[in-house]
Nanobody, 125 residues
Framework: QVQLTESGGGSVQAGGSLNLSCIAS????????MGWFRQAEGQERRAVAL???????LYADSVKGRFTISLDKAKDILTLQMREMKPEDTAMYYC???????????????????WGQGTQVTVFT
């Protein structure tokens, strides 16, 4: 059974930085993707950044150049480094995983079926 556990959320002033981590366990997929998603109040959950086992990375346009996703395959730890943060980055952030690699567009590919419990990120002015 795949388990994902996020940590690192909190409050940060606009322009600041924050790092999120997700520890994965119970993986059985050979080809897989992991990603960070966020859900702001009243909005649907949306992909922020994806990475797959082969190192292919995709970012949402809203975070390109500011966020960096990385995957430590040896330790099964997914991280998201967030810089130059904006109030619109405020959301609940979720770690997700699925079988299958990253494709051309961030919303392409099979659905993410495994989720962490989420961690709140708040950016204040």
């Amino acid at each position: 059974q795949v388990q994902l556990t996020e940590s690192g959320g909190g409050s940060v002033q606009a322009g600041g930085s924050l790092n999120l981590s997700c520890i994965a366990s119970g993986y059985t997929y050979y080809r897989y993707s992991m990603g960070w998603f966020r859900q702001a109040e009243g909005q649907e959950r949306r992909a922020v950044a994806l990475i797959d086992r082969d190192g292919t990375v995709l970012y949402a346009d809203s975070v390109k150049g500011r966020f960096t996703i990385s995957l430590d395959k040896a330790k099964d730890i997914l991280t998201l480094q967030m810089r130059e943060m904006k109030p619109e980055d405020t959301a609940m952030y979720y770690c997700g995983a699925r079988g299958g690699l990253v494709l051309s567009r961030i919303n392409d590919g099979p659905p993410f079926g495994h989720w962490g419990q989420g961690t709140q990120v708040t950016v204040f002015t």
